[in-house]
């Protein structure tokens, strides 16, 4: 079975995804995983495309626009960026994003929201964008970002799907679910906004890394999307300011 009939195997039948339109509601706010030029921009570290990759443009793209409706609608932001110090790893991954080389900072098209003061950055140093917004002296950065703009509803995007977004994003359930985050309900993934990196068996075995290096991009995409929905996330294939017809 070729990746295609695996793929569309996993979509229609053993792992199905529902995709809806979502209106958005009042008091939502946006969190942005990991858009970096460490994992999106081309060239720029090893853990970032080597050439143009359509499902990554496609999430910058999105993001650009999702951002500038939330900031024209006064509606809060909040931006993960995956930050290292030097020389401190962070196994299985390769030093990467780290202080000082550019790739810990948002990829060209998002750049605009470094000097938005509206937006609350928080640079993590782990894949689980909650774990890294504790601080010993303010307490959790993300929940008290919540708390201080009476969060109800959140959009999530960014990369990887299935790493960094789908760590938060369950996480994050689980906390609303054990009630740490006050009166949040809706925890949305927009889709078209999220993405993962391409590195098929084939590839990965040309490199001599072991074989759980394998990651085939739309595969692990999808499939980041199905844990993220069968644990209570709702997936959407789009988002609107006004009711949905």
Known sequence: MNAEAILEALENVYLPVEKSPYSLKPK?????????????EVGAGPLAPAEENPQINRMVTETNILAKRFIEA???????????????????????????????NFVEPIAWLEN?????????????GYIGAEN??????????????????????GICTDICVMDFVLTA??????????????????E??????????A????????????????????VGLYFMASRGARIASSIHFEPAD
């Not at 359930?173 to 927009?190: C, K, M, P, T, W």
């Not at 078209?192 to 098929?200: H, N």
């Open 28 to 40: 939502t706010g946006l969190v942005i995983v990991d858009i970096v030029k460490g994992f999106a």
């Open 74 to 104: 006064d509606l809060p932001v909040l931006a993960f960026l995956d930050t290292h110090t030097p020389g401190v790893p962070e196994p299985p991954y390769p030093p990467h994003c780290e202080i000082g080389s550019g790739q810990e």
């Open 116 to 128: 938005e003061s509206s937006v609350v950055k928080i640079r993590k140093d782990c894949i689980n």
């Open 136 to 157: 010993s002296e303010s307490g959790n950065e993300f929940k008290n970002w919540i708390q201080d703009h009476g969060i109800e509803h959140l959009i999530i995007v």
């Open 173 to 190: 359930l689980s906390a609303r679910n054990h009630q740490l985050l006050g009166n949040i309900e809706d925890i949305v993934v927009f």
């Open 192 to 201: 078209p906004a999220c993405s993962t990196y391409d590195l098929p068996p």
């Open 203 to 222: 590839t990965a075995e040309a490199l001599n890394l072991p074989r759980s290096a394998s990651h085939p991009q739309m595969m692990t995409h999808h």
